[in-house]
């Protein structure tokens, strides 16, 4: 049986209230258009335990989701507890992302998606009972599919092993990822983000009270001290 534990805390004071964007700012060309009032939409998978017992409790998770929501709350995020999703099994995980992708995101400026579960090679992530493949969580928000993020910018960011092998901060200098590793083709206004290169494991640093390397460093550690707040 899968452990159960309790959903990660949410601040009871969130960083930012009710940010809204400053219309009226003037914007470099080469960005993208703010016009919506929302700086974006943050969601987040944690997936902590599973059926198949061969994959291992994922020891201090909750930490990352705490991190996560700090940060992008600092970054002008509204972050909102009912986009924050704990221990999904597979078909409720992608009807997560079908109605996400169905809904009306006009006031929202960008998207991000993190997921935070075990994988394998070839973009495989762990669900609770089975796994989802990479690209059933990005195609459904391909300008395409989803009208109300066309032309805005998408972040997907997985932290999640997909290999078995431990690398060194130079061990895999100059590898060439294939391109089949994609499955599908990508769309524009995309950034895909994972923990480690094909084949590799995604470490996890418990001295930094169970941070993962990838978010504290990458976002958590780095976004927090340029932020300036006004009152």
């Known amino acids: 049986m899968p ?3 309790k959903p990660p805390i949410i601040p009871d004071t969130p960083p930012v209230l009710s940010f809204k964007e400053d219309l009226n700012q003037n914007h470099d060309p080469d960005e993208y258009k703010r016009s919506g009032t929302d700086s974006g939409l ?3 998978f944690n ?3 599973y059926e198949d017992e061969s994959y291992e409790f994922r020891k201090g998770t909750n930490q990352d989701v705490n991190e996560l929501i700090l940060t ?3 970054l002008g995020f509204n972050v909102d507890e009912k986009y924050i999703f704990n221990n999904l099994d597979r078909g409720s995980f992608l009807n997560v992302i079908k109605n996400v992708s169905q809904e009306d ?3 929202r400026n960008c998207l991000v998606i993190v997921v935070l579960t075990h ?3 070839h973009n495989e992530l762990q669900a609770q009972d089975a796994p989802i493949f990479a690209y059933e969580i990005w195609e459904p928000f391909f300008n395409s ?3 109300s993020f066309r032309n805005k910018p998408k972040f997907f960011i997985f932290q999640a092993c997909k290999g078995k092998n431990c690398s060194t901060s130079d061990s895999n200098a100059g590898t060439i990822v294939s391109e089949t590793i994609f499955q599908k083709p990508l769309e524009s206004d995309m950034l895909i983000a994972f923990s480690c290169v094909e084949g590799a494991k995604s470490t996890r640093n418990l001295r930094k009270e169970e941070k993962t390397l990838f978010h504290y460093y990458c976002a ?3 976004a927090l001290p340029t932020i300036t707040t006004t009152s």
């Open 105 to 107: 995101h006009s006031h």
């Open 72 to 74: 992008f709350g600092r």
């Open 145 to 147: 599919a989803c009208a």
């Open 220 to 222: 958590c550690q780095n």
């Open 119 to 121: 994988g394998e090679q």
């Open 3 to 5: 452990k159960i534990i």
């Open 47 to 49: 997936q902590l335990s």
């Open 42 to 44: 943050l969601v987040i």
